[in-house]
């Protein structure tokens, strides 16, 4: 199969650069081959009146110029992806289309190459809510509940950080709030008043066979979180369990120990069991409080239960997975339900935490040094935070805020506080700006510029010292150091951010939270087994990522990452425990891949059912970049409707396609969807449905026919470029920060070909993403 | 946490306070009514000892409803009112179409479909200038997910409030949540003065940061500076807002509630100080307070009573088991009755603060025994401001929509509708002076 890719795009390669030695003159028109392909295929309907798809083709010679370059550029598209012309009328030649593409790809590229396309990012951006918290991450080691202090973003194409140019009063509000609140926690200092935070466990997390990921052996359920205690002193941690639909504490059987850990230290052992006769339950939580003493900064806080061992469950049938259920399947222990943090209570001190350390890099002597102190320590502030060279006029806010707040400097840390906060709440903090450049015309952004694009793109957050330095220095932008630096972060853990922002997004795993299967169809399905689809999707990513690998890999792999409670719903033996560890797998399991995993199948299907018609969706629009367009308006919903509820989804689907309208956007959706029918709403493995044996015929636009998930991945597989194309415009996209347009296209396929060269390494793809004309110039 | 009895303070630290000083314009003109509240019990009642036995004027209060006495001339007891689309009885459809009056979609998925509810649609319109558009609450911290009663959904279950046949509106059990929705991070009056005019100065240092900034770009992006400079005022005005509400407010002191209250009596007396808070402090108009959940086994040591909730309500007609049943009737009246007490002491724009609110406090479920609809626990209390008739028992012969009530009490804050749900028509005699 790579050699396969390697001779395609070798030959695709060698053709663009014969291409590129001719004369100029004849590129502009049109090369016979596309002419002929045009005229036999196309035209019929892309002309006259009232052309299809309100495209008009241009008969006979035609040009190619800079102004319809993105009609070409969609043309070029549809006869890449195999779409157009449509499955109901002949097809063309294989050879003549394969002749029209790549003449038609290289006279694009040629043009794109004398005139760039660099496109409009906004120029002033805000940062996203995960940008944000990164950010203060970065900046004064805090972490912070982003969640519960700003406000979701819009997402589009997408991602959510294409829309961020507005900002309402009450997100304002929001951000001005965050920033006092987090110059509180990051000083400490005594005028802070008791304050805390609850964290609650979603209410179908089964808590009898699981560890939280994180939490020590010998432990069971509960729930771990990070927190920034802000003073070194007296803080209380009450604890509450898990009710059931009659107010009643769910599974309490017997007496159980629930701990409270203090960075896996235990600080507190409650005793639990039934109350005794004459008194509800509620007498059995009421007063779990542990207080203990903790020094300033970030804490790990565990509340569980000792693990007691387990029973075997007698059951006639294979017994459930989820214990949550007071009818169904009741748990079988307690569980938690809310953690609520409150101090620092009675005497405290600031203490020494990490975020004062980066702060407090000086102190006054005298009162008469204060301010001289206090610019020592705003400077390399402001620096981060602004993510460029600071000036004068940069530094008057702060200091000004500083003198108010700390009576001419007598409480430095008071005006420090406020000097702090209003760096935080500065537009030049909060928005990324980028200078604008005159219409029509394309420029190299700056090298600071250029800092924060690579680190929003590849870290979610702000540039380190060494970006920052290099591009003071006028030296980021030096080809080879832009290597050097892309490849030092792609080694930095902060590209986690790839996995949990970009990855997320684009496979859909932030939907699976939203997705509920219903409960008498699918009972086995808890929170945990949605925990662990997103998890196994992440780890993939990540040792792709990680390792360096080839980013087919994605869609072809002999090994997973597994714990025991996925393995259990794969139906895969002997992995034990609630941690994830790589597992070579067996193909009669049948799972590897994306295609392969619970988390795209779920989140792909309906609460009762699978969807053929969501999934090839997915299948096409997020690994072959060939979407549908939604269904005309007036169209009946769906197959529920039209045909009887008895037959199987594939049945519905045939029908369904019965209707020309439906059919043509169906006649491609479809096949690819159904190719998927043997796993089911919740990614099982099925061999019937309805006591039929399920069908997995399907078929791929510009492939033809196949069987199976196994089909499926060969015939995306066939064509790398197609899927390597779709990844570089998502990254690219989350990358910029806005939607492509077609005449992206060119910049698009340099990056594929250059990381083609290097089997499709991940890092090969960012390299090139990284050097491109879109993400290293501006229009 | 401190009882009931606390000292209360209106912490109005969040700049999203607005003001409270001109009321005059606001919630509680004279003769407006503006606020509503509601307020579930679940399982119904012991009817015996809760039906007045009063025609029309209310004399004595009966067992359960004794508590009310003190208020006797702002409450309203409606008997005869019936939920049709509550069957076949059920705990889950009794909790889901109180204020619906909708047939719940029996499905334990997500694809739940109810209706919306009186409160939100009553939100919609007089949540429109409050900070929260609704307020909604309840006693019990319950993640219950999935199956709850009989093929039903939990939420049918959980969530009184719906803003769309789709949406179930979670509500909070916790205090300290609540507080903090309500009034941020709260503390002393000095306290929050000086954190207004920090903010403010904070708010100073970000517009001339944006000034500074708008100089740098070019003429598209200097618009946008200036559409970011429209949302800077804004939040300044709220904060002076805040600023002259601190200065004048006369409102008591109340710490933020740390944990939830051991004792319920304390937790419920809590959770009506914060409604009661909120109403006075205008941040929204629109309460429900869920003060117990169907089928809850609570038991109540603090009235003798040791039996869980539920299982005494089947009572099978024990008398001994009714008894208890009043009993807890009569506990959650009484609480009900001490907040409508603390609103009547509460003066406001010429009358009190009871007067300018309308409260429906009751249950979806009748008679417990049976599962039933029908005749249905219900009092409305306060709206003497809209003229709302008290000291009445009101009985209708054949049985009526709740729906009708409904539709009533919207049409006194002032939102007029054809019908709702199942209505029929308006309840009578509620707001008419009628000949005694």
């Known amino acids: 199969m790579f050699s396969r890719t390697h001779l395609l795009t070798a030959s695709l390669f060698c053709i663009c650069l014969a291409v590129r030695q001719g004369h100029a003159d004849e590129l502009d028109g049109l090369s016979l081959p596309v002419q002929t392909l045009l005229q036999q295929h196309c035209i019929a309907c892309h002309s006259g009146p009232e052309p299809s798809g309100a495209l008009m083709l241009p008969e006979g010679n035609s040009k190619l110029t800079d102004a319809n370059r993105r009609v070409w550029e969609k043309v070029l598209r549809r006869l890449q992806n195999g779409d157009m012309p449509p499955a109901s009328q002949s097809p063309p030649d294989p050879q003549l289309t394969r002749r029209a593409t790549d003449s038609l790809t290289a006279a694009l590229d040629h043009l794109a190459a004398r005139k760039p396309f660099a496109g409009r990012t906004e120029s002033l951006r805000r940062l996203t809510r995960t940008e944000y918290r990164n950010a203060i991450r970065d900046l004064l080691a805090i972490e912070i509940d982003a969640v519960a202090l700003l406000p979701a973003d819009e997402s589009s194409h997408g991602f959510d950080n294409i829309t961020v140019t507005g900002l309402s009063p009450t997100l304002l509000n929001r951000y001005i709030a965050a920033a006092e609140k987090i110059s509180r926690l990051a000083l400490g200092r005594p005028e802070i008043s008791p304050g805390g935070e609850t964290f609650r466990v979603s209410g179908d997390l089964t808590q009898d066979r699981m560890r939280p990921e994180g939490a020590p052996p010998g432990t069971r359920g509960g729930l771990l979180v990070d927190w920034h205690f802000p003073r070194t002193g007296t803080y209380q941690v009450q604890v509450r369990l898990m009710r059931d639909r009659n107010d009643e504490i769910e599974g309490l059987h017997g007496r159980h120990s629930l701990d409270v850990l203090l960075d896996r230290h235990r600080v507190q052992r409650f005793s639990i069991a039934r109350p005794p006769a004459g008194e509800d339950d509620r007498s059995v939580d009421a007063d779990l409080t542990a207080s203990f003493h903790v020094t300033a900064g970030r804490h790990q806080l565990i509340a569980t239960f000792a693990e007691q061992g387990r029973a075997l469950i007698e059951s006639d049938r294979q017994p459930l997975n989820v214990h949550f259920n007071f009818y169904r399947h009741p748990r079988l222990a307690p569980a938690l339900a809310e953690l609520v943090i409150h101090g620092p209570v009675g005497e405290s001190v600031s203490g020494e935490s990490e975020s004062r350390r980066r702060v407090l890099t000086v102190m006054p002597a005298t009162p008469g040094q204060a301010l001289a102190c206090a610019a020592q320590i705003f400077r390399p502030l402001l620096r981060r935070a602004y993510r460029r060279p600071v000036s004068e006029d940069d530094l008057a806010m702060p200091l000004r805020l500083f003198h108010e707040a700390s009576a001419g400097g007598q409480d430095f840390e008071a005006g420090i506080e406020r000097g702090l906060a209003g760096i935080l709440a500065s537009p030049h903090f909060l928005f990324r700006v980028e200078q604008a450049v005159a219409a029509n015309t394309v420029s190299v952004i700056s090298d600071p510029e250029l800092a924060s694009r690579l680190s929003f793109f590849l870290w979610s957050s702000l540039p380190d010292e060494e970006l920052l330095s290099l591009a003071e220095a006028g030296r980021l932008s ?302 | 946490m401190r009882g009931a009895g606390v000292a209360l303070g209106l912490p109005l630290l969040d700049a999203m306070v607005p003001a409270v000083t001109a009321q005059s314009q606001t919630a509680a003109a004279e003769q407006r009514l503006r606020r509503l509240g509601f307020v579930y019990i679940p399982m119904g009642c012991d009817h015996s000892r809760w039906t007045p036995a009063d025609q029309l004027k209310l004399q004595t209060l009966p067992p359960i409803l004794e508590p009310l006495a003190p208020v006797r001339e702002q409450i309203a007891v409606l008997s005869g009112l019936e939920l049709r689309n509550a069957w076949p009885g059920t705990h889950a459809t009794s909790n889901a179409s109180f204020l619906s009056a909708a047939r719940a979609k029996r499905t334990e998925s997500n694809d739940y479909h109810l209706g919306t509810t009186v409160d939100q649609i009553a939100a919609a319109t007089l949540g429109r200038e409050t900070v929260l558009p609704s307020l909604e609450l309840s006693m019990d911290l319950i993640a219950a997910v999935g199956q709850c009663d009989n093929g039903y959904a939990c939420v049918y279950q959980n969530c009184l409030s719906w803003s769309s046949p789709t949406t179930p509106l979670p509500s909070e059990p916790h205090p300290r949540m609540v507080f903090e929705q309500l009034f941020g991070e709260g503390g002393k009056s000095e306290a929050r003065r000086a954190a207004l005019q920090r903010r403010a100065s904070l708010l100073d240092a970000v517009r001339d940061e944006f000034a500074r900034l708008r100089k740098t770009l070019g003429p598209a992006d200097q618009q946008r500076v200036d559409e970011y400079q429209t949302a800077v005022r804004d939040v300044e005005r709220r904060i002076q807002r805040a600023e002259g509400a601190t200065a004048d407010n006369q409102l008591p002191e109340l710490d933020r509630p740390r944990g939830v209250p051991a004792l319920y009596s304390e937790h419920a007396k809590l959770m009506f100080d914060l409604q009661k808070l909120a109403l006075q402090a205008d941040l929204t108009r629109v309460v429900t307070f869920q003060m117990s959940r169907e089928t809850s086994n609570r038991t109540y040591p603090e009235i003798g009573v040791a039996e869980p909730h539920h299982p005494l309500t089947h009572h099978g007609n024990d008398p001994e088991k009714i008894a208890k049943v009043a009993q807890i009737n009569r506990f959650h009246v009484s609480l009900f009755a001490q907040f409508l007490q603390s609103l009547q002491q509460t003066p406001e724009a010429g009358g009190t603060l009871l007067d300018h609110v309308l409260y429906l406090y009751g249950s979806g479920m009748g008679n417990p025994n049976l599962h039933d609809h029908l005749n249905l626990p219900i009092v409305v209390a306060g709206g003497a401001a809209g003229r709302m008739q008290g000291g009445r028992h009101l009985q209708f012969k054949e049985p009526t929509p709740l729906a009708n009530l409904h539709l009533t009490l919207l049409d006194k804050v002032g939102i007029s509708l054809d019908s709702f749900a199942d209505s029929h028509g308006k309840v009578d005699g509620l707001f008419e002076p009628v000949a005694v």
């Open chain 1, 478 to 779: 030096d080809p080879t150091e832009l290597n050097r630096q892309t490849s030092r972060m792609l080694a930095d853990n902060r590209t986690n951010s790839l996995v949990e922002n970009f990855a997320d997004q684009w496979l859909y795993l932030r939907n699976l939270q939203a997705v509920a299967p219903d409960a008498r169809l699918f009972p086995d399905v808890d929170q945990n087994l949605k925990d662990a689809f997103r998890r196994e999707t992440e780890l993939l990513f990540l040792d792709m990522l990680r390792e360096d690998r080839s980013v087919l890999s994605l869609l072809q792999t002999s090994t997973t990452w597994l714990n025991e409670r996925l393995a259990r719903h794969y139906g895969i033996p002997h992995v034990v425990g609630s941690h994830f560890r790589r597992v070579v797998l067996d193909p009669s399991w049948q799972r590897g891949g994306l295609l392969r995993q619970g988390s795209v199948l779920m989140a792909t299907s309906y609460a009762t059912r699978t969807s053929p018609v969501i999934r090839g969706k997915w299948v096409l629009e997020n690994l072959l970049g060939a979407p549908t367009p939604p269904p005309p308006p007036g169209v009946s919903d769906l197959e529920d409707n039209t045909v009887a509820a008895g037959l199987s989804v594939r049945e519905r689907l045939a029908a369904h396609r019965q209707n020309a309208a439906c059919a043509i956007c169906h006649d491609r959706l479809d096949p690819v969807g159904l190719a998927l029918e043997q796993f089911d709403a919740v990614g099982r493995w099925r061999d019937h449905e309805f006591e039929q044996p399920v069908l997995a015929a399907g078929g791929l636009a510009g492939v033809g026919p196949f069987v199976g998930v196994d089909g499926l991945e060969k015939a995306i597989l066939a064509r790398p470029e197609l899927f390597v194309r779709t990844l570089t415009e998502k990254l690219l996209t989350y990358g910029l920060g806005r939607g492509l347009e077609p005449e992206d296209g060119a910049a698009v396929r340099q990056i594929v070909r250059q990381s083609a060269a290097e089997d499709y390494r991940f890092s090969a793809l960012v390299r090139a993403i990284v050097r491109s004309v879109p993400f290293g110039q501006k229009e």
